[in-house]
């Protein structure tokens, strides 16, 4: 309520002996006006309105209807009161005028005082947004109040019995009636919008009896509400204009206002029809989401981006961010939910495709056989896929540590300079490295270094993906020996052919020599020489010769334990008397391999002898393994000594490679060892020992397949 008008409040003062009908006396009477006062101001406390209006003749009751500046209120047959603070608000704000109806209202049913009540009148002319003015029937003005000259800009008293026409056209143009605030002589009062001067007024019309020398007089207030008009306006243009939903609705689901965008959001035709509709329901897929909201606003009287997923009219959804507040009734019960709603369907598709765009590079990343890297500009890890899992880290474990770290120590230089080179915007491809396992064991691995930029392709940091080599790098060396060992087989079959010739005249010539009876005894023993050293060198021809695969290899199938066993014993006076121990782990659920039994039994004793050539070389006492196990489809068999180790394990299966002194060793005990486990399809291999001394030979032959027992009976060739 804006305001209240209360006529008739002479009641209380020159027509009390009227209204007391003579029967109960004036006392009686003022004691009913004082109740009346009291009642209207207990009313007026609870309604409080901006506006009170009292309308009261008071002719001929000069305190009242002269001029302010002769000592009067400036009111003549009629006065009235604005801002009711003035009147009843606060007596501690207000300088006891505004007491005046708060002892009426509250206190007891002493005389009214009606100094406080002039006070409190003339207060209230001062207030310049309420004018107040008043004309006879001619529509001559007949009082106005200070603020309304004020604002016209002359002395009060120079308006009376201006025509209210004149009054206006001081402003503006002339009105077309005589007082442009009349709208309707019949009625008695009514109230409407009014612009004058530019301002919007809420003009309220009473017509009231003047004293009996005067007729109808009327009173116009005018309210400025300019102000408030322009801000209500203000806040519909923002409601209807703004591009995000807006809504005033109630906790069990109605609308009671929204905008144009939350109607075009919703995919309804009109307001009308979304205010129709039960949010619970039909705006939100289930009810419990609408009481979810519900929950919160009564909690904590406010949502903050709040998502959910709106029905449309459609049916289709809509993607919404709620903020709300929870507006309160008197009682402290939520009465009504207002906020804002931002259609966020767009952000949710682009954040889904997001998603899954970075699902799909995730699995890339993840599932690719390569090793990839992000690192820094400071070569700091920033990012390390799954398949660093399969090398023995950890992804998080890489993150923050250098990627220099990762190479071997002999290779970092090598990395530091393909680092800068992509740093500097290269890209680095093909780059042979040696990482470091997160067992410590050193992979080969070649690696491939892109720079990454940015918008303003400054590089930012680098991507590294490495390919695992190790099998690769290793079959290669594998097959250069091969080759190697090809070439030089043939090379010596070539030379072993032609010696053993000459060599044989040399044997036979030398042998009949001997058996010549007429040979003096001195040259029989030089002719001795002669002879052993032939037969040495034949018997280096005849190894050349079987490294070079040319001896016929019989095929059968064979248990190797008792080979091992054999040829262990062929040494073993030598292994006792030089304290050597030999220790055998032998399987005994070894299958056989199909192969000729003296080839093979030359290629454990070839092993036996150079580890027991090495054992003897240090002071410790001296010890030699034999393993047999199955590993797969292959047998194993392990030499394990405890010597020097090998010093040249590139070089020893070439062919005359020795370290031992000369007339020692020829150097072709590997290589024949060589060329026999290969002629088996099998494979021989050594490394030095990991947890201690001395060097491991491994000799790996194929298994015989157990269904395949009755062909390499037939003494069919299994590879
Ligand atoms: N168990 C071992 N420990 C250390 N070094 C070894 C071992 N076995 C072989 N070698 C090295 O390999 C070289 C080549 O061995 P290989 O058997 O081919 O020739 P050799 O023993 O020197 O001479 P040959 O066997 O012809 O009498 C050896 O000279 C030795 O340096
Ligand atoms: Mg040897």
């Known amino acids: 309520m804006d305001g209240l008008r209360v006529d008739l409040t002479q009641a209380i003062h020159r027509d009390n002996v009227l209204h007391a009908d003579n029967r109960r006396g004036l006392g009686n009477a003022n004691l009913f006006g004082q109740k009346m006062l009291r009642e209207w101001s207990r009313t007026l406390r609870l309604l409080r309105p901006s506006i009170m209006l009292i309308a009261e003749d008071h002719t001929g009751w000069d305190a009242v209807t002269q001029l302010p500046d002769v000592g009067g209120l400036g009111f003549g047959a009629t006065w009235f009161a604005s801002f009711y603070h003035d009147l009843m608000g ?72 201006v025509n209210m026409s004149a009054l206006l056209t001081m402003g503006n143009a002339p009105p077309p009636r005589a007082c442009p605030f009349c709208r309707s002589t019949t009625d008695g009062d009514d109230e409407y919008i009014h612009p004058v001067l530019e301002r919007t007024y809420l003009v309220s019309t009473s017509r009231v009896h003047g004293a009996s020398n005067e007729g109808m007089q009327t009173i116009h207030v005018l309210k400025d509400i300019s102000d408030r008009l322009e801000v209500e306006q203000r806040y519909r243009e923002l409601f209807d204009n703004i591009q995000e939903g807006l809504f005033f609705s109630t906790p069990d689901g109605r609308f009671i206002e929204v905008n144009d ?12 029809e979304l205010l129709q509709v039960d949010v619970r329901t039909q705006v939100y897929f289930s009810a419990d989401g609408h009481q979810e909201l519900a929950r919160q606003m009564e909690e904590h009287g406010v949502v903050r981006n709040h998502e959910e997923t709106l029905r449309r009219r459609d049916g289709s959804a809509v993607y919404v961010l709620i903020n709300a507040f929870a507006v309160r009734d008197t009682q402290g019960r939520v009465s009504q939910f207002r906020g804002l709603m931002l259609d966020i369907s767009g952000l949710k598709n682009f954040q889904a495709e997001l998603q899954r765009e970075r699902d799909f590079s995730g699995k890339i990343l993840n599932n690719t056989q390569s090793l990839i890297l992000v690192a820094d500009t400071a ?26 770290h990762l190479v071997a120590p002999a290779r970092r230089t090598i990395l530091t300079e393909a680092l800068s080179a992509t740093l500097a915007g290269r890209q680095v491809d093909n780059l042979e490295l040696q990482i470091l396992r997160g067992d410590g064991r050193i992979g080969h691995f070649s690696v491939n270094l892109s720079p990454m930029r940015d918008e303003q392709s400054h590089v930012i940091s680098l991507v590294v993906v490495m390919t695992d080599v190790t099998d690769a790098a290793s079959l290669q060396s594998k097959l250069m020996h091969a080759e190697k060992m090809a070439a030089v087989g043939q090379l010596v079959s070539g030379v072993a052919h032609e010696v053993n010739n000459p060599l044989t005249a040399i044997l036979g ?49 064979l248990q190797l334990n008792p080979i091992l066993r054999r040829t262990v014993q062929l040494r073993s006076y030598d292994f006792q008397s030089h304290g050597v121990e030999v220790i055998e782990h032998l399987d005994q659920e070894l299958p056989s391999v199909i192969g000729d039994s003296h080839q093979l039994q030359q290629v454990f004793l070839n092993i036996l002898n150079n580890a027991y050539d090495a054992v003897g070389e240090t002071g410790r006492p001296a010890r030699i393994e034999i393993m047999t196990a199955r590993k797969g489809n292959s047998v194993e068999i392990l030499f394990r000594d405890n ?47 990991t947890g201690g001394p001395g060097a491991t030979f491994v000799v790996r032959l194929p298994a015989t397949p157990e269904t395949a027992s009755v062909g390499a009976a037939a003494g069919v060739i299994q590879r």
């Not at 206190?107 to 309420?130: H, I, R, T, W, Y």
């Not at 006879?136 to 003005?141: R, T």
């Not at 899992?389 to 220099?404: I, W």
């Not at 010549?516 to 010769?545: F, G, H």
Request: proline share 5%; glycine share 12%.
């Open 379 to 404: 070569g700091l890890i920033s990012y390390a896929n799954r398949r660093w899992q399969d090398m023995g880290y950890e992804q998080k474990q890489l993150l923050g540590r250098p990627l220099e």
């Open 261 to 272: 965008a939350l109607v075009r959001m919703l995919g309804y035709g009109s307001r009308e």
């Open 643 to 689: 010597g020097p180790g090998i010093s040249h394990p590139d070089r020893i299966f070439d062919p005359f490679f020795t370290t031992k002194e000369v007339g020692k060793g020829t150097g072709l005990g590997l290589s024949i060892c060589y060329g026999i486990v290969h002629e088996h399809g099998g494979e021989i291999l050594c490394q030095n020992n």
């Open 90 to 161: 606060d007596s501690d704000m207000a300088d006891g005028r505004g007491r005046l109806i708060k002892t009426a209202g509250e206190g007891g049913d002493g005389p009214l005082d009606m100094e406080q009540f002039a006070g409190a009148l003339v207060a209230s002319q001062l207030n310049k947004v309420v004018y107040h003015e008043s004309h006879d029937e001619a529509g001559n003005v007949l009082r106005v109040n200070r603020s309304l000259a004020e604002f016209i800009g002359v002395q009060p008293q120079a308006l009376i019995g």
């Open 509 to 557: 010539f030398a042998d009949l020599l001997m058996e010549n009876p007429e040979l003096p005894e001195s040259a029989r023993k030089d002719m001795r020489v002669i002879l052993q050293e032939a037969q040495r060198t034949k018997q280096i021809v005849q190894n050349l010769l079987s490294f070079a695969r040319q001896m016929p290899p019989q095929r059968k199938a």
